[in-house]
Structure formats: C-alpha cells, structure tokens
C-alpha cells in the first residue's frame, strides 16, 4: 500500500465488545482485540496515507 501512494485496512466485527453478555467474554475480549489492533495499526501506518 506505500508504494501505491495510499489504501484502507478494514478491520470486521461484530459490536458485541460494547455489551455485556453472560458467559461470553472469551468472544467479547477477542471482538474488542479486533478492534483495537486495528486502532493501533492505523496509527503506525498513518503517515504512509493507510487508513
């Protein structure tokens, strides 16, 4: 994507780290990972014009 002068990574999952659900926090924990890693990595690349 450098090279190409740009592009967007798109992370995809659900919204259920944003409620509390009986018994689910294995999935919860790996939604909001998701979720984050993609906040994170778009951080590092943003300079790169990667969203």
């Given at each position: 994507?450098?090279t ?48």
């Amino acid at each position: 994507m450098p090279t190409a002068g740009g592009g967007s990574i798109i992370d995809i999952s659900s919204c259920t780290e944003l409620v509390s659900t009986p018994f689910s926090s294995d999935y919860t924990t790996s939604e909001f990972a998701v979720r984050d890693f993609g906040k994170a990595a778009a951080t590092e690349v943003a300079t790169d014009r990667i969203r």
